[in-house]
Protein backbone atom coordinates (compact mmCIF):
# COMPACT_ATOMS: atom_id res chain seq x y z
CA UNK A 1 0.00 0.00 0.00
CA UNK A 2 1.53 3.50 -0.83
CA UNK A 3 0.34 6.15 1.58
CA UNK A 4 2.09 8.66 3.51
CA UNK A 5 1.21 7.49 6.60
CA UNK A 6 4.75 7.34 8.16
CA UNK A 7 5.58 10.71 7.24
CA UNK A 8 2.47 12.11 8.76
CA UNK A 9 2.78 10.23 12.12
CA UNK A 10 6.72 11.67 12.10
CA UNK A 11 5.19 15.10 11.55
CA UNK A 12 2.59 14.94 14.00
CA UNK A 13 4.53 13.47 16.63
CA UNK A 14 7.66 16.01 16.31
CA UNK A 15 5.11 18.72 16.73
CA UNK A 16 3.25 17.48 19.56
CA UNK A 17 5.95 16.56 21.68
CA UNK A 18 8.22 19.51 20.82
CA UNK A 19 10.72 17.17 19.78
CA UNK A 20 14.36 19.79 18.98
CA UNK A 21 14.77 17.21 16.14
CA UNK A 22 13.63 16.88 12.22
CA UNK A 23 10.60 14.45 11.33
CA UNK A 24 12.95 12.72 8.91
CA UNK A 25 15.35 12.00 11.36
CA UNK A 26 12.89 9.42 13.63
CA UNK A 27 13.72 5.99 12.08
CA UNK A 28 10.45 3.75 11.76
CA UNK A 29 12.40 0.63 13.34
CA UNK A 30 13.59 2.17 16.79
CA UNK A 31 12.49 2.15 20.04
CA UNK A 32 10.44 5.52 20.45
CA UNK A 33 10.84 5.07 24.35
CA UNK A 34 14.50 4.46 24.64
CA UNK A 35 15.79 6.32 21.45
CA UNK A 36 13.14 9.10 21.88
CA UNK A 37 12.91 9.50 25.90
CA UNK A 38 8.81 8.84 25.30
CA UNK A 39 6.89 8.92 28.35
CA UNK A 40 2.89 7.84 29.57
CA UNK A 41 2.37 11.70 29.17
CA UNK A 42 4.03 11.53 25.04
CA UNK A 43 1.90 8.32 24.50
CA UNK A 44 -1.44 10.21 25.65
CA UNK A 45 -0.50 12.57 23.53
CA UNK A 46 0.29 10.49 20.46
CA UNK A 47 -2.87 8.87 21.55
CA UNK A 48 -4.87 12.45 20.95
CA UNK A 49 -2.69 13.34 17.81
CA UNK A 50 -4.21 10.01 15.87
CA UNK A 51 -7.59 10.72 16.96
CA UNK A 52 -7.19 14.17 15.59
CA UNK A 53 -5.40 13.35 12.65
CA UNK A 54 -7.40 9.53 11.41
CA UNK A 55 -10.39 9.84 13.67
CA UNK A 56 -9.06 6.45 15.02
CA UNK A 57 -10.90 5.66 18.59
CA UNK A 58 -8.36 3.35 20.51
CA UNK A 59 -11.55 0.01 21.50
CA UNK A 60 -10.83 -1.57 24.64
CA UNK A 61 -8.28 -4.30 24.59
CA UNK A 62 -6.54 -1.86 22.34
CA UNK A 63 -4.19 0.04 24.58
CA UNK A 64 -0.75 -2.14 23.89
CA UNK A 65 2.77 -1.16 24.58
CA UNK A 66 3.29 -3.18 21.43
CA UNK A 67 1.73 -0.81 19.20
CA UNK A 68 3.55 2.31 20.53
CA UNK A 69 6.82 0.57 20.58
CA UNK A 70 8.40 2.11 17.00
CA UNK A 71 6.79 4.74 14.44
CA UNK A 72 6.60 1.50 12.41
CA UNK A 73 4.07 -0.08 14.53
CA UNK A 74 2.00 3.26 15.27
CA UNK A 75 1.94 3.09 11.69
CA UNK A 76 1.16 -0.91 11.06
CA UNK A 77 -2.06 -0.55 13.98
CA UNK A 78 -3.26 3.20 11.94
CA UNK A 79 -3.19 0.92 8.85
CA UNK A 80 -5.17 -1.76 10.46
CA UNK A 81 -7.87 0.31 11.78
CA UNK A 82 -8.31 2.26 8.44
CA UNK A 83 -8.90 -0.93 6.89
CA UNK B 1 8.09 39.69 49.94
CA UNK B 2 7.47 37.29 52.97
CA UNK B 3 6.08 33.78 52.13
CA UNK B 4 3.80 32.43 55.10
CA UNK B 5 1.91 28.98 55.48
CA UNK B 6 -0.92 28.25 57.79
CA UNK B 7 -3.94 26.03 58.00
CA UNK B 8 -7.38 27.39 58.30
CA UNK B 9 -10.44 25.35 59.61
CA UNK B 10 -13.80 25.71 57.33
CA UNK B 11 -16.68 23.46 57.68
CA UNK B 12 -14.55 21.06 59.50
CA UNK B 13 -11.77 20.72 57.39
CA UNK B 14 -8.70 22.01 58.08
CA UNK B 15 -7.07 24.09 54.81
CA UNK B 16 -3.70 24.54 53.86
CA UNK B 17 -3.16 28.09 52.66
CA UNK B 18 0.26 29.64 51.16
CA UNK B 19 0.87 33.60 50.74
CA UNK B 20 2.82 35.60 49.39
CA UNK B 21 2.94 39.44 50.94
CA UNK B 22 5.20 42.15 49.47
CA UNK B 23 7.13 44.40 51.36
CA UNK B 24 5.50 47.32 52.83
CA UNK B 25 1.69 48.49 52.45
CA UNK B 26 2.98 51.41 50.15
CA UNK B 27 4.57 49.00 46.95
CA UNK B 28 0.30 47.71 46.97
CA UNK B 29 -0.75 47.31 43.55
CA UNK B 30 -4.21 47.14 45.34
CA UNK B 31 -5.56 44.11 43.97
CA UNK B 32 -4.51 40.80 45.69
CA UNK B 33 -4.14 37.40 43.42
CA UNK B 34 -6.02 34.05 44.22
CA UNK B 35 -4.07 31.03 42.56
CA UNK B 36 -5.80 27.77 41.80
CA UNK B 37 -4.39 24.60 41.68
CA UNK B 38 -5.47 22.12 38.93
CA UNK B 39 -6.49 18.38 40.12
CA UNK B 40 -4.70 15.11 40.46
CA UNK B 41 -1.32 14.60 38.97
CA UNK B 42 -1.35 18.17 37.16
CA UNK B 43 -1.77 19.77 40.65
CA UNK B 44 1.17 17.80 41.42
CA UNK B 45 3.05 19.40 38.17
CA UNK B 46 1.95 23.04 38.93
CA UNK B 47 2.90 24.02 42.16
CA UNK B 48 6.07 25.05 41.35
CA UNK B 49 4.91 27.43 38.75
CA UNK B 50 1.72 28.62 41.28
CA UNK B 51 4.52 29.33 44.16
CA UNK B 52 6.83 31.14 41.64
CA UNK B 53 4.25 33.05 40.28
CA UNK B 54 3.26 34.26 43.76
CA UNK B 55 6.70 35.45 44.73
CA UNK B 56 6.80 37.11 41.54
CA UNK B 57 3.59 38.61 41.39
CA UNK B 58 4.39 39.62 45.53
CA UNK B 59 7.53 41.42 44.76
CA UNK B 60 5.28 43.24 42.17
CA UNK B 61 3.03 44.42 45.28
CA UNK B 62 0.26 41.87 44.41
CA UNK B 63 -0.25 39.89 47.45
CA UNK B 64 -1.20 36.28 46.59
CA UNK B 65 -2.70 33.39 48.25
CA UNK B 66 -2.19 30.10 47.14
CA UNK B 67 -4.65 27.39 49.00
CA UNK B 68 -4.81 23.53 49.03
CA UNK B 69 -8.49 22.80 48.00
CA UNK B 70 -10.19 20.19 50.45
CA UNK B 71 -8.86 16.45 50.28
CA UNK B 72 -5.90 18.06 47.82
CA UNK B 73 -2.49 18.61 48.69
CA UNK B 74 -1.87 18.95 52.35
CA UNK B 75 -5.21 19.96 52.66
CA UNK B 76 -7.48 18.16 54.96
CA UNK B 77 -10.56 15.70 54.11
CA UNK B 78 -10.99 12.42 52.08
CA UNK B 79 -12.51 11.25 48.94
CA UNK B 80 -16.27 12.84 50.21
CA UNK B 81 -15.07 16.23 50.45
CA UNK B 82 -13.73 15.92 46.57
CA UNK B 83 -16.38 18.02 45.19
CA UNK B 84 -16.82 20.94 43.06
CA UNK B 85 -19.35 23.32 45.40
CA UNK B 86 -17.50 22.15 48.58
CA UNK B 87 -14.00 23.57 46.07
CA UNK B 88 -15.57 27.04 45.30
CA UNK B 89 -16.85 27.52 48.79
CA UNK B 90 -13.31 27.05 50.06
CA UNK B 91 -12.05 29.55 47.65
CA UNK B 92 -14.09 31.71 48.17
CA UNK B 93 -13.59 31.74 51.84
CA UNK B 94 -10.54 33.93 50.50
CA UNK B 95 -11.79 36.17 48.50
CA UNK B 96 -12.94 39.12 51.48
CA UNK B 97 -9.39 38.24 53.05
CA UNK B 98 -10.99 37.32 56.48
CA UNK B 99 -9.21 34.07 56.23
CA UNK B 100 -5.44 35.33 54.93
CA UNK B 101 -5.54 38.65 55.96
CA UNK B 102 -4.88 40.53 52.70
CA UNK B 103 -7.26 42.67 52.17
CA UNK B 104 -7.49 44.23 48.55
CA UNK B 105 -10.37 46.56 46.47
CA UNK B 106 -10.22 44.17 44.00
CA UNK B 107 -9.15 40.58 43.33
CA UNK B 108 -7.83 38.76 40.25
CA UNK B 109 -8.20 34.72 39.90
CA UNK B 110 -5.28 32.62 38.41
CA UNK B 111 -6.45 29.02 37.61
CA UNK B 112 -5.03 26.06 36.12
CA UNK B 113 -6.88 23.67 33.97
CA UNK B 114 -9.77 22.25 36.76
CA UNK B 115 -8.59 24.98 38.94
CA UNK B 116 -9.41 27.44 36.12
CA UNK B 117 -12.95 26.28 35.57
CA UNK B 118 -13.41 26.93 39.73
CA UNK B 119 -12.64 30.37 39.37
CA UNK B 120 -14.77 30.87 36.43
CA UNK B 121 -17.13 29.13 38.31
CA UNK B 122 -16.24 31.15 41.84
CA UNK B 123 -16.45 34.74 39.40
CA UNK B 124 -20.10 33.72 38.76
CA UNK B 125 -21.20 33.54 42.12
CA UNK B 126 -23.54 36.68 43.36
CA UNK B 127 -22.05 37.64 46.71
CA UNK B 128 -18.07 37.47 44.76
CA UNK B 129 -16.22 40.36 43.37
CA UNK B 130 -13.64 38.71 40.82
CA UNK B 131 -12.22 41.80 38.44
CA UNK B 132 -10.04 39.83 36.35
CA UNK B 133 -9.38 36.07 35.54
CA UNK B 134 -5.89 34.86 33.85
CA UNK B 135 -7.20 31.02 33.23
CA UNK B 136 -4.34 28.87 32.15
CA UNK B 137 -5.73 25.88 30.15
CA UNK B 138 -9.16 25.97 31.40
CA UNK B 139 -11.22 22.55 31.52
CA UNK B 140 -14.37 23.52 29.22
CA UNK B 141 -16.23 20.59 29.54
CA UNK B 142 -16.10 18.38 32.03
CA UNK B 143 -16.58 14.88 30.08
CA UNK B 144 -14.02 15.27 27.94
CA UNK B 145 -11.82 15.97 30.75
CA UNK B 146 -13.05 12.77 32.22
CA UNK B 147 -12.39 10.91 29.09
CA UNK B 148 -9.04 12.10 29.41
CA UNK B 149 -8.11 11.59 33.09
CA UNK B 150 -9.68 8.10 31.87
CA UNK B 151 -7.69 7.44 28.70
CA UNK B 152 -4.77 8.52 30.70
CA UNK B 153 -5.44 5.67 33.59
CA UNK B 154 -5.50 3.05 30.72
CA UNK B 155 -1.99 4.81 29.29
CA UNK B 156 -0.26 4.68 32.62
CA UNK B 157 -1.62 0.66 32.80
CA UNK B 158 -0.79 -0.27 29.71
CA UNK B 159 3.38 1.60 30.60
CA UNK B 160 3.44 -0.73 33.29
CA UNK B 161 1.27 -4.09 32.38
CA UNK B 162 1.66 -3.79 28.74
CA UNK B 163 -1.76 -3.39 28.00
CA UNK B 164 -4.16 -1.95 29.73
CA UNK B 165 -6.03 -3.84 32.43
CA UNK B 166 -9.22 -1.33 32.78
CA UNK B 167 -11.23 -0.45 29.64
CA UNK B 168 -13.05 3.08 30.13
CA UNK B 169 -16.19 1.86 31.11
CA UNK B 170 -14.85 -1.03 33.96
CA UNK B 171 -13.38 2.19 35.30
CA UNK B 172 -17.04 4.10 34.74
CA UNK B 173 -18.84 0.99 35.83
CA UNK B 174 -16.46 0.70 39.44
CA UNK B 175 -17.00 4.25 40.34
CA UNK B 176 -21.11 4.10 39.62
CA UNK B 177 -21.45 1.22 41.90
CA UNK B 178 -20.52 3.38 44.32
CA UNK B 179 -16.79 1.93 44.46
CA UNK B 180 -13.84 5.11 44.64
CA UNK B 181 -12.08 4.95 41.64
CA UNK B 182 -8.38 5.35 41.76
CA UNK B 183 -7.49 8.18 39.16
CA UNK B 184 -3.95 9.24 38.85
CA UNK B 185 -3.65 7.83 42.26
CA UNK B 186 -5.99 9.33 43.83
CA UNK B 187 -9.50 8.12 45.19
CA UNK B 188 -12.21 9.56 43.40
CA UNK B 189 -15.88 9.41 44.18
CA UNK B 190 -19.30 8.90 42.22
CA UNK B 191 -19.96 12.14 42.89
CA UNK B 192 -17.32 13.60 41.18
CA UNK B 193 -18.62 12.10 37.97
CA UNK B 194 -21.83 13.84 38.40
CA UNK B 195 -20.10 17.22 38.89
CA UNK B 196 -18.19 16.65 35.60
CA UNK B 197 -20.91 15.10 33.44
CA UNK B 198 -22.90 19.15 34.33
CA UNK B 199 -19.41 21.21 33.94
CA UNK B 200 -19.33 22.98 31.31
CA UNK B 201 -18.48 26.69 31.08
CA UNK B 202 -18.47 27.22 27.24
CA UNK B 203 -21.49 29.39 27.82
CA UNK B 204 -21.07 31.49 30.60
CA UNK B 205 -24.65 33.04 31.20
CA UNK B 206 -24.20 34.30 34.89
CA UNK B 207 -20.50 35.72 34.87
CA UNK B 208 -20.57 39.62 35.44
CA UNK B 209 -18.40 41.99 33.69
CA UNK B 210 -14.75 41.23 33.99
CA UNK B 211 -11.25 40.76 32.19
CA UNK B 212 -10.46 37.79 31.05
CA UNK B 213 -6.98 36.43 29.56
CA UNK B 214 -6.57 32.91 28.20
CA UNK B 215 -3.22 31.45 28.27
CA UNK B 216 -2.81 27.99 26.45
CA UNK B 217 0.40 26.32 25.80
CA UNK B 218 0.35 23.94 22.94
CA UNK B 219 1.32 22.93 19.74
CA UNK B 220 -1.14 24.45 17.75
CA UNK B 221 -0.48 28.39 16.06
CA UNK B 222 -4.49 28.69 16.64
CA UNK B 223 -6.99 28.80 19.15
CA UNK B 224 -8.93 25.47 19.44
CA UNK B 225 -12.65 25.52 18.67
CA UNK B 226 -14.18 24.84 22.20
CA UNK B 227 -11.71 27.81 23.56
CA UNK B 228 -12.63 30.17 20.67
CA UNK B 229 -16.54 29.30 21.74
CA UNK B 230 -15.80 30.21 24.83
CA UNK B 231 -13.98 33.62 24.79
CA UNK B 232 -16.73 34.43 22.11
CA UNK B 233 -19.33 33.36 24.91
CA UNK B 234 -17.39 35.88 27.44
CA UNK B 235 -16.78 38.83 25.22
CA UNK B 236 -20.91 38.48 24.98
CA UNK B 237 -21.37 38.99 28.12
CA UNK B 238 -19.46 42.24 28.39
CA UNK B 239 -16.29 40.65 29.56
CA UNK B 240 -13.09 42.48 27.72
CA UNK B 241 -11.37 39.05 26.47
CA UNK B 242 -7.57 38.41 25.01
CA UNK B 243 -6.13 34.92 24.43
CA UNK B 244 -2.17 33.97 24.74
CA UNK B 245 -0.98 30.78 23.04
CA UNK B 246 2.55 29.85 23.79
CA UNK B 247 4.09 27.10 22.01
CA UNK B 248 5.54 24.51 24.22
CA UNK B 249 4.80 21.57 26.10
CA UNK B 250 2.53 22.79 29.01
CA UNK B 251 4.16 22.30 32.21
CA UNK B 252 1.14 21.13 34.00
CA UNK B 253 1.41 18.02 32.33
CA UNK B 254 5.09 17.44 32.51
CA UNK B 255 6.60 14.20 35.14
CA UNK B 256 9.74 16.42 35.67
CA UNK B 257 10.82 19.40 36.52
CA UNK B 258 10.11 21.83 32.78
CA UNK B 259 10.90 25.32 31.53
CA UNK B 260 7.72 27.70 31.96
CA UNK B 261 9.33 31.00 32.21
CA UNK B 262 7.37 32.56 29.18
CA UNK B 263 3.85 31.30 30.32
CA UNK B 264 4.82 32.20 34.10
CA UNK B 265 6.09 35.90 32.51
CA UNK B 266 2.50 35.90 30.40
CA UNK B 267 0.74 35.02 33.50
CA UNK B 268 2.47 37.62 35.84
CA UNK B 269 2.01 40.11 32.68
CA UNK B 270 -1.70 39.75 32.63
CA UNK B 271 -1.95 40.16 36.48
CA UNK B 272 -0.69 43.12 36.47
CA UNK B 273 -2.44 44.14 33.43
CA UNK B 274 0.74 45.17 31.42
Redesign the interface.
Known amino acids: MSDNIEKELKEMIVERLFLQIAPDDIEDDKNLMETYGIDSFSIMEIVVGLEELYGIRFAPGEFKLSYFKTLASIADFVRAKKE | MTQNSFFIERDGIKLYTATFIPEGETKRHGTKCLLCHPLLDEKKSSHRFLAELGRKLATHGVPCVMPDLSACGDSGGDATHFDEARWIEDLNAFVPGIHDGIEAPSCCTVGIRFGASLAMRLAEREDTNISKLVLIDPVINGMDYLDEII??K??????TF???KS????VLQEIRKGHHADLDGFTVPESFIDNLSSLDISNPNRLKRCSITLILQT?RRELPEPHRRFLDNCTGSGCDCMSKII???PFW???DICEFRKVLDETASAVLGK
Open positions: QQLVREMMGKATPESHLSPKAN
